[in-house]
Structure formats: structure tokens, C-alpha cells
């Protein structure tokens, strides 16, 4: 993800969003909704009814599907994600992430690319698990055909690209049906976010529908959590001293109280995680398409006219964060004064009710990427002076390549 000029999507946005108090419109009248309370609200009114559509094959044959809410998609997911949360879950995840960082030891990388790697390939279980080597490499590569899509933007891909693309999208849909379908013939059980659809709702979803919803969070974690991990790994090479603070924390206790605790028994890192997760939000710009009519302070969508909501924006509120574009995870402490903003204006995840299912897990997992980065591997950039952030369609680190090197025996928090 090198050579690029940097963007920055927001540019444009900036000035406008601050005249007009974060709702406007913009562009050939694309409503933006950047205020904190206004895009709450028309999230919550926008998706209040999240019935999932007909089945393909109803709607062919003109009749009603049987009618499924995505409420009862996110709340089998959301019990099943407490599951894929506990100690053995977590130590499987961490074992998972220490594998690719350990296969790219001592090569030159890009640590944006290699950051998205060690999400993906770590998380592919938790939605999809059991599958081939064969069958994850497909998966694999329909994520880096998505992460290339989105880099180039518009019209940025070649024609070859775009049929391989296509072909691996063909193939991950191919592979999860057959998954599904093999389960749903009493093949093995598995843990992971798949089962509870094919236990409870595959009747009334049908096929297609489940399908959807799998792939869905496959797309889900092919881009923001890789995106948001690569700046966790930008600023822990841009900040030594955090790395030092950080590297005492994880000292003073054990991995497997982490597995046991999530989060608890690291709250430095914890901060630190939050703070990179507000100070980089993935994605900056989010289109929504309007299911109902809407009002938005004056301004009126009709059914299928689009709106565009920002976490980055929201998250950098200067109107409720005090020096917002300042990376300062003591913003966090127990202690700080002014205290952070809650609800819906820290949104990192999204709003209600179509926040991501997996933010307790994203959030645990970036804690667990900077504990390995703390205790058995560190980053050696090529270059640490000339790496920064550009805001494209999602935060991206640039000229930021070099080595993974195993920590010596010797070395601050090595295992």
C-alpha cells in the first residue's frame, strides 16, 4: 500500500461540516450527517424495522418469504459471540495472530498489508470455522481482492483485477454454501457465528439468506479491523515510550490472565486501544440508504435516497473532545479530566442498531495484537520518520514497511 499521494476524503467535508453543525448538503445534494445526535437518530429510525428481504427464489416466484428480523440474526450472534469470547476462544485467536506474525518473521513486509493478514486470517474461525487450507486460501484471497477494490478506488482497477475479484467472490460464496449445506446434514457442529444460523434459522432464512448473512460478516472483517490494526501498529512504532509502558504492564502479569480477563488486566493497553480506535476509525465515510422517509433537521430523504454518516467525524468532534486530533490515551484514565464523551459520541463500532456484533471481541483482539507486539515480536520499520496516516476510504498508514523481529531473550518483554 505504497507509492500513493496521500488523500484525504474529509477535506472537502471539513469546512462545511463545521458551518453548518455536522448536517448538510453536499455534492450534488448527498445529505451528509456528521453531528453525533443526528446520526443516532436517523440510524435508529432509519433501520427501527430490520426485517431481511424476500428470498431470491420467492421473489422470482413472486410470494413471500417467511419473514426473518435481523434482530434475531444479531441476537443468536451476539449470545454466540460471549462463547467465542472465553479464555480457550481467546488464547486460540492470540495462538492464531502469533502464527502469521511468525511466518513473516525476518521478511520484509508492509506492515499495513501484514496487519490485515493477522486480522483476517485469525478471525476467519470465529465467523467460519473447520474449513480446508484450500477453502480458507479462497477466502483469503476474495479479501485481498476487496482491500485492493477499496485502495484503488473508483475506476482504480485494472480489467484483470476486476474478473479476479469476481472470481473469488464466486468462490467464498460457493464455499460457505457448501459448508452450510454440509452442516445442515448433520455434518460436525462447529463454535463459530455459522452454526447458530444453520441450528435455528436456516429453515426460515433459506440458502440464499443465510448465505447473505455469513458473507456479510466475512466482508465485515476483511477491511476495518485490518485497517484499524495496521494504525495500532503505526503508533506503537511511532511511540517507544508507550511500547516501554506497555511492555511493564504486559510484564507484570501472564498471557493467560489476559485470556482469563480480556481487557481487565491490561487497562493501559486497553486505553490504548480505545484511543486508536477513536483516533482511527474505519471507515471515514459510511452511505446508507434510506428504508423509510426521513427528516434530518429540515432536510427530507425519500425511500432509496442516500444519506453519509462518519465515526472518523463524530470521533473528532473538537465540539465534544478536547484536542480531538491528538493521540493521547490517557484521555482514558480513570482519572482525566475533561472525561471523554460516551454513547453515541464515541462510536468507533457504529450506532444502535446496526453497531458491529464484534466490538467486544475487535477490541480484545487488538489488546491481545499489542500484547505479542509487546512481549515476543517488535516492529522495525524501514523508515519510522517518513510513515504516517492518509484518509482514504479507511485510515491506511504509508511508507510503513520493514521487518518482524522475534524479541531476544534479553530484550524488554520477551517471553
Request: glycine share 8%; hydrophobic share 40%; aromatic share 6%.
Amino acid at each position: 500500500m505504497t507509492g500513493h499521494d496521500d488523500p484525504d476524503v474529509l477535506a472537502n467535508l471539513r469546512a462545511p461540516n463545521a458551518e453548518h453543525d455536522g448536517v448538510f448538503r453536499h455534492g450534488g445534494g448527498r445529505l451528509m450527517v456528521f453531528d453525533a445526535d443526528a446520526a443516532s437518530r436517523v440510524n435508529a429510525e432509519n433501520f427501527a424495522d430490520l426485517t431481511l428481504p424476500d428470498r431470491f427464489v420467492d421473489r422470482i416466484r413472486g410470494r413471500r418469504s417467511p419473514a426473518v428480523s435481523w434482530r434475531q440474526v444479531r441476537s443468536l450472534w451476539l449470545s454466540q459471540m460471549r462463547v467465542l469470547s472465553g479464555e480457550d476462544r481467546l488464547r486460540a485467536l492470540a495462538d492464531r495472530m502469533a502464527a502469521v506474525l511468525d511466518d513473516r518473521r525476518d521478511r520484509h513486509v508492509d506492515f499495513t498489508w501484514l496487519a490485515h493478514e493477522v486480522t483476517f486470517r485469525s478471525l476467519v474461525p470465529v465467523v467460519l470455522d473447520g474449513l480446508s487450507t484450500k477453502d480458507q486460501a479462497w477466502l483469503g484471497r476474495d479479501a485481498i481482492a476487496k482491500l485492493t477494490r477499496l485502495d484503488a478506488g473508483p475506476g482504480g482497477q485494472t480489467r484483470r483485477q476486476r474478473w479476479r475479484s469476481v472470481l473469488a467472490q464466486l468462490h467464498t460464496g460457493r464455499v460457505v454454501r457448501e459448508e452450510i449445506r454440509r452442516r445442515a446434514r448433520g455434518g460436525r457442529a462447529r463454535v463459530d457465528l455459522t452454526q447458530p444460523i444453520v441450528d435455528r434459522l436456516l429453515p426460515a432464512l433459506g440458502p440464499d439468506r443465510a448465505l447473505e448473512a455469513v458473507t456479510t460478516v466475512l466482508t465485515a472483517i476483511a477491511g476495518p479491523p485490518g485497517a484499524v490494526a495496521s494504525c495500532l501498529m503505526f503508533e506503537l512504532a511511532k511511540r517507544p515510550e508507550w511500547v516501554g509502558t506497555l511492555t511493564e504492564e504486559f510484564a507484570a502479569g501472564s498471557a493467560e490472565r489476559l485470556y482469563r480477563t480480556g481487557t481487565k488486566s491490561a487497562p493501559l493497553a486497553h486505553q490504548f486501544v480505545k484511543e486508536v480506535l477513536r483516533m482511527w476509525s474505519a471507515p471515514l465515510l459510511m452511505t446508507r440508504s434510506a428504508r423509510v422517509p426521513l427528516t434530518v433537521r429540515g432536510h427530507r430523504l425519500a425511500p432509496g435516497g442516500h444519506y453519509l454518516v462518519s465515526p472518523y467525524l463524530v470521533n473528532h468532534d473538537e465540539r465534544h473532545w478536547s484536542d480531538p486530533d491528538t493521540f493521547d490515551p490517557h484521555r482514558w484514565s480513570a482519572g482525566a479530566t475533561p472525561r471523554p464523551p460516551g454513547g453515541h459520541h464515541h462510536v468507533p463500532f457504529g450506532w444502535a442498531p446496526t453497531s458491529c456484533i464484534g466490538a467486544g471481541l475487535g477490541t480484545t483482539q487488538l489488546v491481545l495484537l499489542t500484547h505479542l507486539l509487546c512481549t515476543r515480536f517488535r516492529l522495525e520499520p524501514r523508515s519510522p520518520d517518513t510513515a504516517r496516516v492518509s484518509l482514504g476510504s479507511v485510515p491506511r498508514p504509508l511508507d510503513f514497511d520493514g521487518w518482524v523481529r522475534a524479541r531476544g531473550p534479553s530484550e524488554p518483554g520477551s517471553a
